[in-house]
């Protein structure tokens, strides 16, 4: 691996660093279960040991790095049945959380979820995966603060950080760009627009169902001898 020494700019060094290990994990610079020790990723960002090991702790509560018994740091390793177990719970709660949204947002909160997925539509072609992922973490935010109800964030907040690194292969796959646009505009009119629960859990169910089948096959590529799950 060659070094990516991190530029002192005016952001916090712990936060440039974060972002750019983050974002190395999400384009397979490290591979999942690649043990990530301290003093290769010192060398590598020409950063401290109290910088790595604090952005180590933060990707562990993201759910992108696991820390295993005499082994130490590595990055999380999902096999395809546990990243279908995770996105099965996660759609039943955005589900939930769209049908909550269309029936409690504020009219604020409908016109701030419009002007995310426009942004995303307009940019998502040439923007990075990083800008990506942060604009549908915006759009989550949007919707889980809408829902209005503190067990959904609290829960659905723990599912997103366990499966960022699947929601980034699933936008990085070929074609999906595009859908995702239409999903998220699908959810946008039937929650923010029309205010009808029922349509905004389909459009909710739709684009993680959809979501799970492309992030289970580029998985599953990343992972041979691991069968794919059948995805009902």
Known sequence: MTGQRVQRVAAPLRAQV???????????????????????????????RTVVREVLRQLESEGLVTTVPNRGPVVTELT????????????????????????????????????VVRRFARTHRKAGLAERLAMKD???????????????????????????????????????GPETVRELTAIHDAAAVRGDAAAARAACEDHVRNATATALR???????????PHVG
């Not at 591979?31 to 301290?38: A, K, N, Q, S, Y």
């Not at 546990?82 to 604020?108: H, I, N, Q, S």
């Not at 907040?157 to 366990?162: C, D, L, P, V």
């Open 80 to 115: 395809p049945a546990d990243a279908k177990a995770l996105f099965e719970v996660r759609g039943a709660l955005e589900g939930l959380a769209g049908a909550l949204f269309a029936e409690r947002a504020t009219a604020e909160q409908r016109e701030l979820m419009g002007k």
């Open 18 to 48: 974060l972002e750019t290990l983050r974002r190395d994990i999400m384009a397979a610079e490290f591979e999942p279960g690649e043990r990530l020790v301290e003093a290769r990723l010192c060398a590598r960002y020409e950063v401290s």
């Open 138 to 176: 915006e759009f989550y935010d949007v919707l889980i603060a809408g829902a209005a109800n503190p067990i959904v964030d609290s829960t659905l907040r723990g599912i997103h950080a366990r499966v960022q690194m699947l929601r980034g292969l699933s936008l990085q796959a070929e074609g999906r």
């Open 218 to 228: 580029e998985l599953a590529a990343r992972q041979p001898g691991h069968p794919e």
